[in-house]
Nanobody
Framework: QVRLVESGGGLVQAGGSLRLSCAAS????????MGWYRQAPGKQRELVST?????KGRFTIARDNTKNILYLQMNSLKPEDTAVYYC????????????????WGQGTLVTVSS
């Protein structure tokens, strides 16, 4: 069984920074791609970035392939960045039979105060 576990959320003042982490754990899998999404109160879930995106700006995404960890460095945070941030991964299960899974983490709350 493969799981995604996010961490690093919390309360920060506007202009501050946070780094989110998403660790994929389990056996017999490989990661095709990973990404970060967020869902603000009363809004639909939206894509923040994927690990293949060439994102410029306040947020930076990075993936450690040796540890199966995805990071999201968020700088100059604004109140409108307040949301639950979710990690997503497209994973190939190798055993017992090959299949593709789309996994979500449980989410981590980021609150930016003004």
């Amino acid at each position: 069984q493969v799981r995604l576990v996010e961490s690093g959320g919390g309360l920060v003042q506007a202009g501050g920074s946070l780094r989110l982490s998403c660790a994929a754990s389990g056996t017999g899998f490989s990661i095709n791609r990973m990404g970060w999404y967020r869902q603000a109160p009363g809004k639909q879930r939206e894509l923040v970035s994927t690990d293949t995106s060439d994102v410029k700006g306040r947020f930076t995404i990075a993936r450690d392939n040796t540890k199966n960890i995805l990071y999201l460095q968020m700088n100059s945070l604004k109140p409108e960045d307040t949301a639950v941030y979710y990690c997503n991964a497209n994973i190939a299960l190798l055993t017992p039979t090959y299949r593709i899974l789309e996994l979500w983490g449980q989410g981590t709350l980021v609150t930016v105060s003004s």
